[in-house]
């Protein structure tokens, strides 16, 4: 009988024994690879290209309907759950402060920047595309979506 102990078991000679070599050429394609790394995917989410399905883009809106304090502190706290799925190169450009990305889309002459990085649906746009889970396409005009309205 022989017992496997710290002084009489040679644990590479085991590995290679037992491991599975693959000494194919690859079959791996790599001109996608970019496809696959998490940062170009999350950079890329956040221009606003390649939205995985079921995406809804955050937006912002004029909240004088709400009427109560609790209507009030659930609108903020869903302000910033939207603000904190921004990536985080884009939380840092604004401070990771909500309120300074408010302020800065607010700014009329920051409309282009803000379009460009894809807070802010283009002006030209007349209606939008927006695909919601179970893959169904949905048109909706551009200025519900920026009021809020999720219908």
């Excluded at 644990?11 to 290679?16: A, R």
């Excluded at 221009?47 to 502190?73: C, H, K, M, W």
């Excluded at 283009?122 to 920026?146: E, H, Y």
């Amino acid at each position: 009988m022989n017992l496997r102990a710290y002084g009489n078991y040679d644990t590479d000679k085991v590995s290679e024994e037992t491991a599975l070599f693959c000494l194919d050429e690859t079959m791996a394609q790599q001109n996608f690879k970019d496809d696959a790394d998490i940062n170009v995917i999350m950079r890329r989410f956040g221009q606003g290209q390649d939205v995985p399905q079921g995406f809804v883009a955050p937006t912002y809106g004029d909240f004088d309907t709400i009427s109560d304090y609790r209507e009030a502190l659930d609108a903020v706290r869903s302000a910033g759950e939207a603000f904190m799925e921004l990536p985080a190169d884009l939380r840092a450009r604004f401070h990771n402060d909500p309120g300074v990305m408010v302020d800065f889309v607010s700014a009329d002459e920051n409309r282009a920047e803000a379009e460009k990085l894809g807070l802010l649906q283009p002006a030209d746009s007349s209606i939008l595309d927006v695909t919601v889970p179970g893959d169904t396409a949905v048109t909706v005009p551009p200025s519900s979506v920026l009021q809020g309205d999720r219908s």
